[in-house]
C-alpha cells in the first residue's frame, strides 16, 4: 500500500493546473492583499505627529510659523494656576480625536493642551487618543494587539481548519472580518479599537491558514514552488498601494477603510471554490472528494488513464479515516508522543518554530521601522518596502524552481542579516547608501519569507498540515510580537540596537535550515508513516533521486 502521497500528487498531475483552481487562487489573493494594512500599517495608521504641549491659560490660537513650534516636549507635573479651566477626566480623552492644529484638552498633567503638526498625516492612532508624554508607553499597543489576535486565530485557525474543512473556515472568517473592521474604524474607542485589533488577527489567521492550505493541496508537485511564491506578490502590492492611499488619504480611519474594501468581493467568492478534495479524502469522505475531482476534471478539461472511481478507492485505503485518529484525549495523546519519536518530525517540530520567530520578528520589524529610519517621509519607506517584497518575489521565484528551499531560506536571512550589520558602518551623510543596504537586506529577508510559505506546508503530513502550519504561524507571531518592541522602545536606548536585532536574528535563523530536510521536486506526504519511510529510503540510498517526474506520475494511474 502507498501512503506517501504520491498518488494524490500523480492524480493533481494529470488534473493539471486550470480553471478548476482559480476560484481558490483568487481568494488566496484576496485573503493575502487584506493582511498589509493590519501587519504593517502601523507607520501610517499610528506614525508619531510632531506635538507642543501648553496649559490651559497659555494656548495661542495661532497658526504656527514654523515646524519649530512642534517641540515634542512634554511640561512637568504642575498644579493649574487659579482661574485656569479644569482639564478633562483622563477617561473621556478618547472621545475627542485631533483636528489639524487646533489646541486640544487631553487630561494629561504633563501635556492639558496639545496641538499636532498635520504637515505629514492629519489624524493617526497616536494623535486622536494622545498617546504621547505619560500615555506613550501605550504607542505598541496598536500594533502588538494584531499580533496578539494571530497568535489566538493561529491556535483557532489549525484546528478550524483540520475540523471544520478549509472552505467553511474561509467563510466564517470573512463573516466576522468584515464585522470588525467596520467597527473598528467607526467607534470612537481606544480600547474597543485595541479589541477590534485582535478580533482582526484571529480572523485573518482563521482565513489565511485554511485558504493557503487548500491551495497547496490543490497544486501539482510540478507547480507548487510556482504558484505558492506568486501567491505572495497580492501582499505585497497591496503594501505598495497601502503607501499610496496613506499619501492621499492622511487619516487613519479612511485608510483603514479603502485598504480593506476588496473584502467585499471577497464575500461572495468565498461560496464558489471548493473543498479540498485531499482534505476530504483525509477525513474518509470519499462521495464529496469524488464530486470536487470530477468537476476538476471536467473544468481542466482532464483525461485520467483509468476510472476515477477505482483510483479514488486506492487513495481512500492510503489515507486513515477520522475514527483512526483523535477521537479522544488518550489518542491525541499517542499521536502525539508518536510525531515526538520520530527523529524526523522530531526535529521539524523543534527547529521550525525557532526558524519563525526569528524569520518573523526581523521581517516586520524591518517593515514598521519607517518612523525611525524616515520619519519626514514614511509613505517612500512603505512603498520601497513594498516593491523590495515585490521584487524578492519576482528574483526567488525563477530561483525556487533551480534551488532546495533550504539555500533560498538559510541564504536569504544570512545575506540579509549581514547588510543590516553594515549599515551600522555608513556615515550619515552617505544616507542613499544606507538606504540601499537596508533595502537590499529586507529584499533577501522577503524573499525567504516568502520561500517559508512554501516550504512550512511542505515538512508536515497532510493528516496534521493544517495544524502544523497553524503551530510554526503561532511561534512566527511570538516574533511578531517582539516587533513592536524593538521599534518603539529598544530603540531609544541605543541607536544601533535596531539594526544590530536585525542582522543577528537573520544569521542565527539562518544556521537552523541545515537541520531541516530538503522537499524541492518532492511529494507532500500524507501520513507521518510516510515521512518516516522517505528518510528511512534516503539513509539507505544516499544517492537515490526523489523527484517526482510527471511521467513516472501519470503512469500510476
Not at 20 to 48: D, E, H, R
Not at 233 to 254: D, Q, T
Not at 308 to 329: C, F, I, M, N, Y
Amino acid at each position: 500500500m502507498n501512503t506517501d502521497g504520491d498518488d494524490f500528487d500523480a492524480l493533481l498531475s494529470t488534473l493539471g493546473y486550470g480553471r478548476w483552481q482559480v476560484p481558490g487562487v483568487v481568494v488566496t489573493l484576496l485573503v493575502a492583499s487584506q493582511i498589509p494594512a493590519q501587519l504593517v500599517g502601523s507607520p501610517l495608521l499610528s506614525g508619531p505627529m510632531p506635538f507642543r504641549c501648553s496649559r490651559d491659560n497659555e494656548v495661542e490660537f495661532t497658526e504656527p510659523s514654523s515646524t519649530a513650534y512642534f517641540n515634542n516636549e512634554c511640561l512637568s507635573p504642575a498644579s493649574p494656576p487659579p482661574g485656569a479651566a479644569r482639564p478633562l477626566p483622563p477617561n473621556s480623552t478618547e472621545l475627542f480625536p485631533s483636528n489639524g492644529t487646533q489646541p486640544l484638552r487631553t487630561g494629561m498633567e504633563s501635556c492639558p493642551v496639545i496641538e499636532y503638526d498635520t504637515s505629514i498625516f492629519t489624524s493617526t492612532i497616536i494623535s486622536e487618543f494622545h498617546l504621547v508624554c505619560e500615555r506613550e508607553s501605550l504607542q505598541p499597543l496598536f500594533q502588538m494587539m494584531y499580533t496578539v489576535g494571530i497568535i489566538f486565530g493561529s491556535l483557532f485557525g489549525g484546528y478550524i481548519g483540520d475540523k471544520w474543512g478549509r472552505r467553511r473556515a474561509v467563510q466564517g472568517g470573512v463573516v466576522v472580518y468584515i464585522a470588525v473592521v467596520l467597527a473598528m474604524a467607526l467607534v470612537p474607542s481606544f480600547v474597543f479599537v485595541l479589541v477590534m485589533r485582535v478580533m482582526a488577527g484571529v480572523t485573518h489567521q482563521c482565513m489565511l491558514i485554511p485558504v493557503w492550505s487548500l491551495a497547496m493541496e490543490s497544486t501539482p508537485t510540478r507547480h507548487r514552488s510556482l504558484v505558492g511564491m506568486l501567491l505572495g506578490l497580492p501582499y505585497s502590492f497591496s503594501v505598495i498601494c497601502l503607501a499610496g492611499i496613506g499619501y492621499l488619504m492622511r487619516r487613519w480611519r479612511s485608510i483603514m477603510l479603502i485598504c480593506c474594501a476588496p473584502t467585499l468581493v471577497l464575500l461572495p467568492l468565498v461560496f464558489f471554490m471548493d473543498e479540498s478534495a485531499r482534505w476530504l479524502l483525509q477525513q474518509g469522505r470519499k462521495e464529496e472528494a469524488a464530486r470536487v475531482l470530477e468537476k476538476a476534471v471536467r473544468m481542466n478539461k482532464a483525461t485520467l488513464s483509468s476510472p476515477l472511481d477505482s483510483t479514488l478507492e486506492k487513495l481512500v485505503q492510503a489515507h486513515s479515516t477520522p475514527g483512526d485518529r483523535g477521537s479522544s484525549l488518550s489518542a491525541s495523546l499517542e499521536q502525539v508522543k508518536a510525531y515526538l519519536r520520530s527523529p524526523v518530525m522530531r526535529t521539524i517540530i523543534l527547529v521550525t518554530p525557532l526558524l519563525w520567530f526569528l524569520q518573523s520578528c526581523l521581517y516586520l520589524s524591518v517593515a514598521i521601522n519607517a518612523n525611525n529610519f524616515n520619519s519626514s517621509n514614511p509613505f517612500l519607506y512603505v512603498c520601497l518596502s513594498g516593491s523590495m517584497d515585490t521584487s524578492a518575489i519576482l528574483l526567488m521565484t525563477p530561483l525556487s524552481t533551480r534551488l532546495g528551499r533550504r539555500v533560498i531560506v538559510g541564504g536569504g536571512m544570512f545575506a540579509g542579516g549581514l547588510l543590516f550589520l553594515l549599515e551600522l558602518l555608513v556615515s550619515e551623510e552617505y544616507f542613499w547608501l544606507k538606504w540601499v543596504l537596508v533595502m537590499g537586506g529586507f529584499l533577501l529577508v522577503a524573499g525567504s519569507f516568502q520561500m517559508n510559505y512554501v516550504y512550512g506546508p511542505e515538512l508536515f503530513p497532510t493528516e496534521i498540515r493544517n495544524r502544523g502550519f497553524a503551530f510554526v504561524n503561532l511561534m512566527g507571531c511570538f516574533g511578531f510580537v517582539c516587533a513592536p518592541f524593538i521599534t518603539y522602545r529598544l530603540v531609544l536606548i541605543r541607536w544601533w540596537v535596531a539594526s544590530v536585532t536585525f542582522g543577528c536574528a537573520a544569521i542565527v535563523g539562518s544556521l537552523t535550515l541545515p537541520l531541516l530536510p530538503e522537499t524541492r521536486n518532492r511529494s507532500m506526504p500524507d501520513t507521518l508513516q510516510a515521512l518516516d519511510e522517505r528518510r528511512s529510503k534516503r539513509k539507505g540510498n544516499p544517492g537515490e533521486t526523489v523527484c517526482v517526474n510527471n511521467e513516472s506520475e501519470e503512469s500510476r494511474l
